[in-house]
């Protein structure tokens, strides 16, 4: 696959400066066979990685700046979302809880604000959101599932290009569930 995507594009591995990768979070199994072959790449050709918060890259590539408040919920799987919200709109918290627990938490800190909420945990968990929401949920149509690749590269391009970035050639995948498998030295 990447051999193609160079030729398609008349480039070789020597024409690129660095890898962009979505670290997560996302499901287990995907993420530690994308980084494993990210890294693997970055090993073998000697070019570094850079690694990408996939949930606050999505929240920045689809944040409704009209809103008040604008909520990125990923499918976390067993009625969990993995969530990023930004309450004062400078920092963006992220986390993961139950889906009832999340729209209840947010409905007493913004119980009189309209809220954007995106995402394939959006979709998901629709009827919820709409039956606790109301007419303060805001979803847009066609509702953005996840954060693109074109976004994932900007932000990754960002990082590159600041002075504290420090050239890496091995990433592990940013879990946000407590308790998931956690890689060892021996792996």
Not at 8 to 14: D, F, G, K, Q, V
Not at 94 to 112: A, D, R
Not at 160 to 183: A, E, I, V
Request: net charge positive.
């Amino acid at each position: 696959l990447t051999d193609s995507l160079l030729k398609n594009n008349n480039l070789t591995i020597s024409d690129i400066d660095f890898i962009a990768i979505n670290q997560g979070p996302g499901p287990f199994t995907t993420l530690r066979v994308i980084i494993t072959t990210a890294n693997g790449i970055s090993f073998a050709s000697k070019k570094p990685i850079v690694g990408i918060d996939g949930i606050k890259a999505f929240f920045n590539e689809h944040k409704n700046t009209n809103s008040s408040v604008t909520i990125a919920m990923l499918n976390a799987y067993s009625n969990d979302v993995y969530y990023a919200i930004s309450p004062n709109k400078k920092e963006i918290q992220t986390g993961y809880k139950n889906i009832e627990v999340f729209l209840k938490e947010i409905t007493q800190k913004h119980t009189n604000e309209k809220i954007t909420l995106i995402g394939n945990g959006t979709e998901l968990h629709k009827d919820m959101i709409r039956s606790i929401f109301d007419k303060k949920a805001i979803l847009p149509e066609p509702m953005p599932q996840t954060c693109s690749i074109e976004q994932v590269g900007i932000e990754a391009l960002q990082i590159w290009n600041s002075k504290d970035y420090k050239k890496t050639f091995q990433l592990t995948p940013l879990y946000l569930k407590q308790g998931n498998y956690k890689p060892s030295i021996q792996d």
